[in-house]
C-alpha cells in the first residue's frame, strides 16, 4: 500500500448524501495529496494538505468538496450531496522528500465511490 | 511543470524488453523525470525518476539523452503483470505545492504471451 491506507475501499451514496474517506499515511509523514480520477480518464490532482493547513487546493470543485488533515487522526476527503458525477476513484497519496527520496508521491489503493 | 508526450499504446512480448519513450522538449535544467504507473483499479505507483544521468532500479531502467529532451523507460524483462498504463512526468525538485504531480494521458503497455 505504499505506506497510505485508504478507506473505505468501496463507497456507495445516493444522491443528495455524504460520502467522507479517509487517508492515513504512514508515521511521520505529515503532508497528502488527493487526485481523483473519473472513469475512463485520467488522474486529476485536488488538494494538497499537511497537519492542519491546506496548502493547495487549485483542483478542488468550488462546492460540496472539502478537505481536512488534522492534528490527530487521518485526512478525511468529505463530499457533501453527493451527485451521479461524483462517482470516481479518489486516490490519496504521501510526499516523500527524505533522504533519497526528492519528493515522489507515493498512492494508496484508492477510495471508489459510487453513486446512485 | 514541463510536458511530455507519449505514445497512446505499446505492445510487447512477454520475456522481452519493453522500451517506452517519452518526449520533454520543454524541460528546464532543474525538472527531473519521473515515472509511474497505473495498473487497473489500483493506485499509481512510483517506478523511478532521474534528473540527466541514467538511472536503475530493481524496476526499471531510466535513459535520458545527453540534451533531456527525450528519455526512455526500459522494463528488460516484461511480464504479463506488467500490463499498465506508464506515465512520464516531468517535474522540478521540490517540496510543497510544487510536488504535485500532472498525469497526462500515458502509454498503454500491454504485454502479450
Known amino acids: 500500500n505504499a505506506g497510505v491506507m485508504q478507506n473505505p475501499r468501496h463507497l456507495v451514496r445516493r444522491r443528495g448524501q455524504e460520502a467522507r474517506l479517509r487517508c492515513s499515511p504512514m508515521k511521520g509523514h505529515s503532508h497528502v495529496y488527493w487526485y481523483r480520477q473519473l472513469p475512463e480518464e485520467g488522474l486529476k490532482f485536488m488538494v494538497y494538505l499537511q497537519k492542519e493547513n491546506i496548502i493547495d487546493e487549485s483542483g478542488m470543485p468550488k462546492e460540496r468538496f472539502s478537505a481536512e488533515f488534522p492534528k490527530e487522526g487521518p485526512s478525511i476527503l468529505r463530499i457533501q450531496q453527493v451527485v451521479r458525477g461524483d462517482s470516481a476513484a479518489y486516490f490519496c497519496?504521501?510526499?516523500?522528500?527524505?533522504?533519497?527520496?526528492?519528493?515522489?508521491?507515493?498512492f494508496g489503493e484508492g477510495s471508489r465511490l459510487t453513486v446512485l | 511543470d514541463a510536458k511530455t508526450t507519449q505514445p497512446p499504446s505499446m505492445d510487447c512480448a512477454e520475456g522481452r524488453a519493453a522500451n517506452l519513450p517519452c518526449n520533454h522538449s520543454t524541460i528546464s535544467g532543474n525538472e527531473y523525470v519521473y515515472w509511474y504507473r497505473q495498473i487497473h483499479s489500483q493506485g499509481p505507483q512510483y517506478i523511478i525518476h532521474g534528473l540527466k544521468n541514467n538511472e536503475t532500479n530493481e524496476m526499471a531502467s531510466l535513459i535520458i539523452t545527453e540534451d533531456r529532451k527525450s528519455s526512455t523507460l526500459i522494463l528488460p524483462h516484461a511480464t504479463l503483470r506488467d500490463t499498465a498504463v506508464y506515465y512520464c512526468?516531468?517535474?522540478?525538485?521540490?517540496?510543497?505545492?510544487?510536488?504535485?504531480?500532472?498525469f497526462g494521458t500515458g502509454t498503454r503497455l500491454q504485454v502479450t504471451l
Open positions: 512526468i516531468v517535474r522540478a525538485q521540490n517540496t510543497g505545492t510544487a510536488s504535485k504531480l500532472t
Open positions: 497519496a504521501r510526499f516523500d522528500g527524505t533522504g533519497i527520496h526528492t519528493g515522489e508521491l507515493f
